[in-house]
Nanobody
Framework: VQLQASGGGLVQTGGSLRLSCAASGRTNSNHVMGWFRQAPGKEREFVAALDFSGRRKNYADSVKGRFTISRDNARNTMYLQMDSLKPEDTAIYYC??????????????????WGQGTQVTVSS
């Protein structure tokens, strides 16, 4: 499956952005999908993930209550609504998918398909 992330940009502290991840190729609603991010000089870290139904979700503690992950299987698209953004949210955001992973898997190694990343910059 091929993934294409979009929706990044520059926003002020407290602002909002909505990221999208469009899937193509051998798409399958059974895929677990997730978002990761990587700031300069840091390792890629888990942000959020959800199961194929979209009902079961998992969030990193740092974004819980501010970010919302969702998916529209009819459109083969996943979303990340980011509210109350902070400068520490600045990073490249990547979407990922895997047919065999779990929504509670926070390891990048648990996902086999990755999008190209979209830059999110939060100014103070």
């Amino acid at each position: 499956v091929q993934l294409q992330a979009s929706g990044g940009g520059l926003v002020q502290t407290g602002g909002s952005l909505r990221l999208s991840c469009a899937a193509s190729g051998r798409t399958n609603s059974n895929h677990v999908m997730g978002w990761f991010r990587q700031a300069p000089g840091k390792e890629r870290e888990f942000v959020a993930a959800l199961d194929f139904s979209g009902r079961r979700k998992n969030y990193a503690d740092s974004v819980k209550g501010r970010f919302t992950i969702s998916r529209d299987n009819a459109r083969n698209t996943m979303y990340l609504q980011m509210d109350s953004l902070k400068p520490e949210d600045t990073a490249i955001y990547y979407c990922a998918a895997d047919a065999m992973s779990s929504y509670y898997n926070k390891s990048p190694g648990g996902y086999s398909s990755w999008g190209q990343g979209t830059q999110v910059t939060v100014s103070s």
